[in-house]
């Protein structure tokens, strides 16, 4: 008699399923109306293709990573769950029939479920009188010299560069409105390409009645940006650059402007060597993109936060003979006081849970 010490389980029994939260989330879907969504708007030259973007979707939503990952959904009782499950090879032909047009009609479906959802769990984008877009790229490592859109970006890194803008609220965490993934190469701030993400006019359709705050960092100071913003008659925050006219016009603003304020917790601060906890801000009238012609220039506040230089080399109880900052600034339309509107951009911090949590996610499979 040989006895074999070798198990290999099985996950076959056809009443238990390995992923149970699939089942409230594709009801959700489904009455947010994602499977009319796809057939009206996807045309990907495929038979059942509807059936198979959602076994895509549901794919993903079990920690699918790739196409053969999708044999988690044909295990146990998941095809009772997922109508219609195909097998990896059949998706697989299938997504290599999609283009970018189809990608562009996938983002035409994201934005119809938004809406859905909106409706359906008001929760989603909360109850503040405020609406904020953030605007934020990251670039994701890949592999193989195959890979379409691969290159050297700003970071080092062979990659993609994917950009995405976020709807969120004081009382809910940001929500992927918009979201295109580029080149590696492609600078942040780039439209040229076709992908700058437009929710602006959708967020109005998503919270209607509500005031629009955008917001980004510097590479998202481009005059295409700030227009866009403005013909929404939105607000925008952008942080802008240190060009000569930004330091002559800090330069410009008397001492006695400058209003102390005071983070709720302290923050580390790379540069400075220490840990921050106060600041001072202030404003003045500013003048942006001064190189275009006089009608396409931007009238409005530049804000300014400064932070005193801390020095490691100082020695105890000796103290400097004069102050020296660091200058933060940043253009906005809105009318907020000059403190809140600080405390308003300093907000888009938000958008670093997406870098975190979602955004791994979003170009693993890539």
Not at 69 to 92: E, F, H, I, Q
Not at 121 to 147: A, C, F, W
Not at 169 to 174: A, E, N, Y
Request: proline fraction near 5%; charge should be neutral.
């Amino acid at each position: 008699m040989r006895v074999s010490h070798v198990l290999s389980p099985v996950f076959d029994d056809p009443n238990l399923v390995s992923a149970a939260g699939l089942v409230p989330v594709l009801e959700l879907a489904e009455q947010c109306g994602l499977s009319e969504l796809l057939r009206e708007h996807l045309t990907i030259p495929s038979p059942n293709r509807t059936v198979k973007a959602r076994t895509v979707i549901a794919g993903l939503l079990a920690g699918a990573d790739d196409t053969d990952g999708l044999d988690v959904l044909r295990s146990g009782g998941m095809k009772r769950v997922v109508a219609g499950v195909r097998a990896p090879s059949t998706v697989g032909t299938f997504l290599r029939k999609a283009t970018h047009g189809h990608v562009l009609q996938l983002g035409a479906v994201n934005r119809g479920l938004l809406e859905g959802l909106a409706c359906h769990v008001p929760s989603l984008v909360g109850s503040s009188n405020m609406v904020l877009i953030d605007l934020d790229d990251t670039i994701r490592e890949v592999h193989g010299y195959q890979k379409q859109g691969a290159a050297y970006g700003y970071s080092g890194v062979r990659g993609l560069n994917a950009l995405v803008a976020a709807v969120s609220t004081d009382h809910s965490l940001p929500v992927i409105a918009e979201a295109g993934l580029r080149k590696g190469n492609a600078r942040s701030g780039d439209s040229r390409d076709g992908t700058r993400p437009a929710p602006l006019p959708r967020s109005g359709r998503i919270v209607p009645n509500r005031q629009v705050l955008t917001r980004g960092d510097s590479a998202f100071c481009t005059h295409a940006h700030v227009a866009a913003v403005m013909d929404a008659r939105a607000w925008f925050s952008f942080t802008i650059p240190q060009w000569a006219t930004v330091h002559a016009a800090i330069a410009s603003i008397p001492e006695n402007a400058w209003i102390p304020i005071e983070y709720p917790e302290a923050v580390w601060d790379d540069q400075a060597g220490g840990w921050v906890s106060d600041a001072e801000v202030a404003e003045t009238a500013f003048t942006a993109f001064t190189s275009r012609k006089n009608d396409e220039q931007v009238r409005c506040r530049l804000v300014v936060r400064r932070v005193k230089r801390l020095s490691g080399n100082i020695k105890h109880g000796q103290d400097t003979l004069f102050d020296t900052y660091r200058h933060h600034a940043f253009i906005t339309n809105s009318t907020l006081s000059t403190v809140e509107a600080d405390r308003r951009h300093r907000g888009h911090a938000v958008i670093d849970y997406l870098d975190v949590g979602v955004m791994p996610m979003l170009c693993g499979s890539a």
